[in-house]
């Protein structure tokens, strides 16, 4: 991937251009730097309540209008909301890029947030709220984010809960977008089959109602790790068990040695969790680990699926698995590991979409481009003995534990 061209509108707006050879389609991606996590606890959900409600209508365009206008092209437009960002994004041929930019600018400047569609729409994300409450493997990380981050923005759900989507109005998602949405906390990629003048010509036309947005008080309260457990004993064909170790966040100094470690414990079927837990012991169908960075902090968590018979089995092994890896993790798993994410890093960069993505973030995060070249040498950089070292510092504190469906865990004389 070559560096995107770069710049920014006379209103404050980042816009990254990424011309991609030999494709006939452009990916759209804005990402902003507001999620969950900046909500009041009393209007927790807020943050995804919007997402879902600029397409409900905007001045010009009714909420048919807008999922018309798109497909008549073959487009695609969606949106998603993380703790720590929201991101609206298409997909389309080349030549309807100025219909994409003018529908993602017209949704997030001119939204009605009309009353009756409001309402209506509290009462489709109360449906995704049960439909998460109804499938254990899901419901059960946001248990587990709750008790690694207890009583703090970090650990409320996305989706929000009953009383607080009860209590938003439209003039919360009013304030939420004047708040948040200056351009100072958005950035605008295009990739694929783009002209990089053109693109900043229709993204200057496109953004102009954003520029008398107030910005946002930055974010000034840490997020810290806490320990502890959450027990949710419904009957459940398997048991879902998760556990949380703190890890580094985005600008850490021993982030790539943690998500190496990470991918090395449990990022595929040749992991030492899958071999031991699945493989060796036939302990559990699912076992896996992952590494969420933001900001200031981060959360290591493993998950397994397995009989409620073999809960506590499974549980005490993940355990010393953990443990053992960090003490005598070797040079194979580790350049396993490393493989694994620069394969992914490649992959996805092969397409419009993964592009866009990917220098969207990179500025978002980082406030920067880091090209590929630079993230891979940084994961060539890290050695057996710091991948240890940062295993060993995860674990250093007893974990956060969410768990459907499995009995109690057994006494055991060392913390875990």
């Not at 607080?164 to 977008?177: E, M, V």
């Not at 496109?206 to 008080?217: C, R, V």
């Not at 600008?251 to 998500?259: E, F, I, K, N, S």
Request: charged share 20%; glycine share 8%; proline share 5%.
């Amino acid at each position: 991937m070559i560096a995107p061209q770069t710049g920014q509108t006379s209103h404050g707006l980042r816009v990254l251009i990424c011309p991609v050879a030999g494709v006939e389609t452009v990916a759209i991606n804005l990402l902003a730097d507001a999620g969950a996590r900046d909500e009041a606890a009393e209007l927790n959900g807020l943050a995804h309540l919007f997402e879902h409600m600029v397409f409900k209508g905007t001045a010009r365009r009714s909420a048919r209008d807008i999922a018309e206008q798109m497909e008549d092209v073959g487009g695609q437009l969606n949106a998603w909301t993380a703790r720590d960002m929201t991101a609206f994004h298409a997909r389309l041929l080349a030549r309807d890029l100025p219909l994409g930019l003018d529908l993602i600018a017209d949704m997030l400047t001119h939204a009605r947030f009309d009353e009756d569609e409001l309402a209506r729409e509290k009462h489709v994300v109360l449906q995704e709220l049960g439909e998460a409450r109804d499938t254990p493997d899901d419901i059960v990380f946001d248990h587990l984010q709750q008790v690694a981050f207890t009583n703090q923005p970090l650990g409320r759900s996305v989706l929000g809960e009953e009383a607080s989507l009860a209590r938003i109005t439209a003039d919360d998602l009013r304030g939420w977008q004047r708040a948040h949405y200056h351009p100072s906390r958005l950035t605008l990629a295009v990739a694929g089959k783009v002209d990089g003048a053109h693109a900043m010509r229709l993204a200057e036309a496109a953004f102009p109602a954003l520029a008398s947005a107030p910005q946002a008080p930055a974010r000034t309260t840490p997020s810290h790790f806490t320990p502890g457990q959450h027990t949710d004993r419904r009957r459940c064909e398997q048991a879902q068990l998760t556990l949380g170790l703190p890890s580094p966040g985005h600008h850490a100094a021993d982030h790539d040695a943690a998500l190496l470690f990470t991918l090395a414990v449990g990022g595929g079927m040749s992991s030492r969790l899958f071999q031991e837990v699945r493989e060796a012991r036939g302990l559990a169908y699912s076992v896996s680990a992952g590494m969420t960075p933001y900001h200031d902090c981060g959360l290591m968590s493993v998950h397994a699926a397995c009989a409620k018979s073999d809960a506590a089995a499974a549980r005490d092994l993940i355990d010393e698995v953990l443990h053992a890896a960090a003490r005598t993790l070797d040079k194979a798993e580790l350049d396993r590991a490393r493989a694994q994410a620069v394969a992914g890093l490649l992959m996805a960069l092969e397409s419009p979409a993964g592009q866009a993505d990917y220098a969207a973030r990179q500025w978002l995060i980082h406030g920067q481009w880091l090209p590929p070249e630079t993230v891979i040498a940084r994961l060539d950089a890290v050695d057996v003995d710091a991948a240890r070292a940062a295993g060993a510092a995860m674990l250093a504190q007893p974990p956060a534990r969410a768990e459907i469906g499995a009995g109690p865990a057994r006494r055991r004389s060392r913390a875990a």
